[in-house]
Structure formats: C-alpha cells, structure tokens
Nanobody, 123 residues
C-alpha cells in the first residue's frame, strides 16, 4: 500500500518561511513519476501549486507562488520538498503532496495523495 506523508506545516507570520516535506513509502516511485504539491483553502477548490519531474528535473509553478516557492526532490529517499518563502496570508491552506505518471497541474492526473498538512499565515 502506498503512503505519502507530509510534514512541516504550521503557523507563521506573513513574510516568513516554511519547508514542507513529503515522504512516500510502500513502493519506489520511478524517476518518471511526477511529484506535485496542491493546496486547498476553506471554501475553495484544490489548486495546483508546484510540480517536479524525475528526469532533468523540470519544475512547474502556479503564477501565484512563482519566485517565492521552490520544489525539489530526492529520488533516493522518495521525498519531495516545498520551500515556501515570503509567505502571505492568502497562502493559508491545507497542502497536499501527490504523485502522477500523467500530467502536471490537473489534480485528476495524480494517483496517490498524502493526508495534507495545514499551513497558516498570519497577517
């Protein structure tokens, strides 16, 4: 059974930083697996944040986080990271990591999901 476990969420003031981690276990994700981060704020739909391919790697970001967030991965550890800098109150959401062998930014392309970690940014 595949498990993806996020960690690193918490409460931070605007302008601060957090680093999220997501460890996958139960199977070894190949280097062809796309790893992504999504977030969902109360009353809103889940939205794409960032993704990284295994080869290259190539990274992709939502316009709202580009230049502030950095996604990275360690294939040997089956772990993906999201470094979040210059956080804003509108970044407050539950953040989910996910794995895909299809597309980049559509949640429907991702087969495996973590349980989510709360990020709260105070103003």
């Amino acid at each position: 059974q595949v498990q993806m476990v996020e960690s690193g969420g918490g409460l931070v003031q605007a302008g601060g930083s957090l680093r999220l981690s997501c460890a996958a276990s139960g199977r070894t994700f190949s280097i062809y697996t796309i790893m992504g981060w999504f977030r969902q704020a109360p009353g809103k739909e889940r939205e794409f944040v960032a993704a990284i391919t295994g080869i290259g790697p190539k990274t992709y970001y939502a316009d709202s986080v580009r230049g502030r967030f950095t996604i990275s991965r360690d294939n040997a550890k089956n772990t993906v990271y999201l470094q979040m800098n210059s956080l804003k109150p509108e970044d407050t959401a539950v953040y989910y990591c996910a794995a895909s062998t299809k597309g980049i930014s559509a949640a429907s392309d991702y087969s495996y999901w973590g349980q989510g970690t709360q990020v709260t940014v105070s103003s």
